[in-house]
Nanobody, 124 residues
């Protein structure tokens, strides 16, 4: 079974940058969409960015447009999230998610059935 492992989180100053990685082990055949979600303590998990694999059509939350970029490296089975111009409100645990259903939402975390363990991002 496919397993997702995130890395690249850390603590940065406001205005700084981080690149998150999500490595997929196992078979990714028929996976349609992958996405990044984030969750701050006491808040709902919210969608950040999503990508239709092999397309690559991308979607972004309004709050990160122009600052974040989602991308895929097929050869490495890796999903990336490049985060620039970070703000304190970007802080939270970032999760990589995947679905085989033919949809690619950033508004509904329940639409994804495969999740990584998360990586912490703190912006101060």
């Amino acid at each position: 079974h496919v397993q997702l492992v995130e890395s690249g989180g850390g603590s940065v100053q406001a205005g700084g940058s981080l690149r998150l990685s999500c490595v997929a082990s196992g078979y990714m055949y028929a996976t349609y969409c992958m996405a990044w979600f984030r969750q701050a303590p006491g808040k709902e998990r919210e969608g950040v960015a999503a990508i239709i694999l092999g397309d690559p059509t991308t979607y972004y939350a309004d709050s990160v447009k122009g600052r974040f970029t989602i991308s895929q490296d097929n050869a490495k089975n890796t999903l990336y999230l490049q985060m620039n111009s970070l703000k304190p409100e970007d802080s939270g645990t970032y999760y990589c998610a995947a679905t085989r259903q033919r949809w690619c939402p950033i508004h509904d975390a329940n639409g994804y059935n495969l999740w990584g363990q998360g990586t912490q991002v703190t912006v101060s």
